[in-house]
């Protein structure tokens, strides 16, 4: 297993840290059994503060035709890239939970376009959001499942919503991503 996310990434084409595609483009060539990649957390607060937009979902599989200055038309750049880079891969994305931090429906247009454009590209999805009950809009879940700090190098509580802790993870996040692959 070989970790290549760096923290702070976005889909989208602006990024504090980068854009997810450059990830996969210096991942190594041979094709891994498994590729698990998420995105959206970051592009929800960057669309949200009008740094690019959503965009829609291009009419055919031809990366001339997608709009790279759009979080849809990078996202499809993203899976593009990881189809032919890695053809025999089981390509799985992870849709993040309910995000307390982010804007209600920025997030939820964010999540239609990337399921339709993950039903297109024929990339399984692991669903956190929709089949789970992690909501981190409630404050009583915000605070037992996701963290900001470490204490004493394991994540603690009390976070703002966004990054799941060890017992987010376990409880909410194991299941699912354990699941997604093998389901048609």
């Known amino acids: 297993m070989t970790k290549y996310a760096v923290n702070g990434a976005a889909i989208g084409p602006v990024g504090g840290a980068g854009q997810i595609i450059t990830q996969v483009r210096r991942a190594a060539s041979r ?6 990649f998420n995105g959206g957390t970051n592009d929800a607060d960057l669309v949200y503060h ?17 709009d790279h200055s759009t979080y849809a038309g990078s996202l499809e750049t993203t899976l ?12 799985v994305y992870a849709a993040v939970h309910k995000l307390g931090s982010r804007d209600w429906d920025t997030q939820f247009a964010l999540r239609s376009v990337t399921l339709q454009l993950c039903h297109k590209w024929g990339v399984k999805v692991a669903d956190v959001f929709n089949d789970t009950t992690l909501d981190t809009r409630t404050d009583g879940q915000r605070v037992a499942y996701t963290f900001n700090d470490l204490v004493n190098g394991y ?3 009390g976070g703002t919503g966004t990054h ?12 699912v991503l354990t699941t997604a692959p093998a389901q048609p």
């Open 164 to 175: 799941p802790n060890i017992a987010g993870i376990t409880d909410f996040y194991v299941p």
């Open 50 to 66: 009008h740094r690019y937009k959503i965009g829609a979902m291009a009419d055919g599989f031809d990366p001339a035709t997608f």
């Open 155 to 157: 994540p603690g509580t």
């Open 80 to 91: 593009s890239t990881m189809r032919t880079k890695w053809p025999s891969a089981r390509i």
């Open 31 to 36: 094709s891994p059994d498994y590729v698990v």
